[in-house]
Nanobody, 120 residues
Framework: QVQLVESGGGLVQAGGSLRLSCAAS????????MGWYRQAPGKQREPVAT???????NYADSVKGRFTISRDNAKKTVYLQMNSLKPEDTAVYYC??????????????WGQGTQVTVSS
C-alpha cells in the first residue's frame, strides 16, 4: 500500500501563511491524482484542492486566490501553500492520493492529518 506522510501544520495568526507537504512512498506506483481535504469542528470533510497527473487543478471556492496546490513528480510529493489564512481555515487537513501500479492495482490512501489553527 502507498503511504502518505504529512507535515507543515501548526498555529498561525490570521493573515499568515503555512505550507503543507505530503510525501507518498511505497513500491513502484504512479500517481493519478493527489489532493488536500479538511475537516473543521462540526463540519463534514471537504475537498480543498486537487491536482491530477497532468497538472490540472481544482480549488474550493473558499480558498481560491489564497491557496495554491503544487507537486513534485520526482519526489511524489504534493504541497499546499496557504496564504492570507483566516480563522475559518482552522481544520485538520488530510492528504489523499489516487494511485495505480502493476502489482497493487488502483487504490487510494489517506495521510494521518495535520492540524492547522488560525488565530484571530
Amino acid at each position: 500500500q502507498v503511504q502518505l506522510v504529512e507535515s507543515g501544520g501548526g498555529l498561525v495568526q490570521a493573515g499568515g501563511s503555512l505550507r503543507l507537504s505530503c510525501a507518498a512512498s511505497g513500491s513502484a506506483f504512479r500517481v493519478n491524482a493527489m489532493g488536500w481535504y479538511r475537516q473543521a469542528p462540526g463540519k463534514q470533510r471537504e475537498p480543498v484542492a486537487t491536482i491530477t497527473s497532468d497538472g490540472s487543478t481544482n480549488y474550493a471556492d473558499s480558498v481560491k486566490g489564497r491557496f495554491t496546490i503544487s507537486r513534485d513528480n520526482a519526489k511524489k510529493t504534493v504541497y499546499l501553500q496557504m496564504n492570507s489564512l483566516k480563522p475559518e481555515d482552522t481544520a485538520v487537513y488530510y492528504c489523499n492520493i489516487a494511485y495505480g501500479s502493476s502489482s497493487l492495482g488502483t487504490g487510494r490512501s489517506w495521510g494521518q492529518g495535520t492540524q492547522v489553527t488560525v488565530s484571530s
